[in-house]
C-alpha cells in the first residue's frame, strides 16, 4: 500500500481560493477510500482559520527551519477531519496575514513552506512513499530532495508527483534565493533545470525533478507542450512528456447534490426534477427578477479575460436585445469586466443581474436555478463550475479546451447526444450563436431541452476514477 504526503498550499474546508482548495479537499478523501495511506499538509493561516475547527487542533511540536542564514520558528499543529490527517505549517510571520497570496515575500513565504515540509518528516516520524506536490508553492519540494537533502538515508527512496493545476503561475524570482533562502549552491541552476530567463523558476524545477507530472486534464497535459498554452515551458514539457499525463479533476458529489443541498430552495433529483423551476422562480424574485419561465444563462466565475469574460461582454448587447432571456452573472474581478456586467444591469434591468461578490450559497442557488451555465474560458486546465452545473441540471455553454472538452461532450441536433454546447472558434460572435442555439433550443424544443439536461445529469463526476488513476501511479512509482 502506497504511503503518501498530500502537500498544497490550500485545502477546503479551512481556505481556498480556486480549484485548488477543492482538489486539497476531495482528492485525498476519494485516496484514502480506495486504500492510499495518505496525510495531507498546508500551512496553517492563522488568521484565516475558521473559528468551527480551532477547537480540533492540536500542537505537535516545534522546531527551526533554517531560511538562508536565519533560524525560524515552524510549529506543527495537527488535526484529523473526515477521516483524513491534517499537518499545519504555523510561522506567524510567514502565514498570520489576511490573505493567502499576492504578498511581496511570497517567494520566501513558500521556500520556508517547502523546506518545512522536508524538516518535518523524521520529526512526526510519517516518511512517505511519494510526496505529491501541487503548483508552484511545492513543486521545489522535488528539487530540495535530489539537491539538499539526498545525504538523509529514509529520504532517498521517496518519489514525487507534481500536479500543474494552472501552469500561468510558476514561481519566478531572483536566482539569490538558492543560496539566501533554501541554502543550497547554484549547480541546478548552472545546469540549467531550474534556470528561466536569467531567474529562478520552481515550476520547471519541479518539472525537471518530479517523478511523475500530472495537470488536472487529459487535453490540458497536450495543450500545455504547445507554446499557445505552455507559458514559455512548452519545451520543457515536451522534454518530459514521457512522466506527463492528465487525470480529469471530480467534484464532491455527496455536497453538490441538489437532492441534499442546504443551499437551495428547494430539492430535486435526476429522475424527478419537477422542484428545479421552483428554484429558478425563487432565484429570480431573490434578484429582482421577473419570476417568468424564460431560459435563465448564469456565470459564476472570476470575472477575468482568462475565463472569457470579455467575450462574453461583447456577446450580450444583440443577445438581451433580441432574446426574451435572463443572465445572471455572480464573480468578482477586473474592475472594468466588473463595471461592463454592471452597466448591462442598468441598460436591461428585468434581463440582467450583475452580482459583483463571493457568495458561496448564491452560486449553489444559481446552479440550481438557471438552465444554462456559461464558460467561455479562453484556456480552463480543468474547470469544476460545468461539472457542478451539470450535476444541478444546468447545461453548460463552454470554450472547448481543457477539462471542459473532456467534460462536456457538444450535443448532437441529430442524434441528441451530447451534455451542452461547445465551440473552438475563439471569438464573440461565435459565442453569441452558441447562446443563440441554446435558447432556441430550450424555446423549441421541451423534449430534447429535457434529455440534454438528463444526460449531463446522469454524468458520473466523482473522485472515484481519478483516484483509482493516482493510486496505481503511486504504486507504479513505488515499486
Known sequence: MSKVLFAAAEAAPFYKTGGLGDVSLALPKALIKNGVELRVVIPYYKKLFPEQYRSE???LMYFQVQVGANAKYCGIKTLKLDGVEYYLIDNEEYFGRDGIYGYWDDGERFAFYQLAICEMLEKVNYI???????DWHTAFIPVLLKDKYNWIDSYRHIKTVLTIHNIQFQGVYDPVILGSLFGIGTETFDEGSVEYYGNVNFMKGGIYYADAVTTVSPSYAQEIQTPEFGESLDGILRDNSYKLQGIVNGIDTQVYDPATDPNIYSHYQVDDMTNKLKDKHALQKSLGLPQVDVPVFAVVSRLTRQK???LLLDSLNDFLHEHDAQVIVLGTGDPDLEDGFRGYQVAFPDKFVAAIEFDVKLAQQIYAGSDIFVMPSAFEPCGLSQMMAMRYGSVPLVHSVGGLRDTVKPYNHFTGAGTGFGFTDYRASVLSKMMNKAYDLYH????????????GMKQDFGWQKSAQKYRQLYQELSE
Open 308 to 310: 472569457g469574460m470579455d
Open 444 to 455: 423549441d424544443d421541451p423534449k430534447a431541452w429535457q434529455k440534454l439536461r438528463f444526460q
Open 57 to 59: 487542533l492540536k500542537d
Open 128 to 134: 512517505p512513499n511519494v510526496i505529491h506536490c501541487n
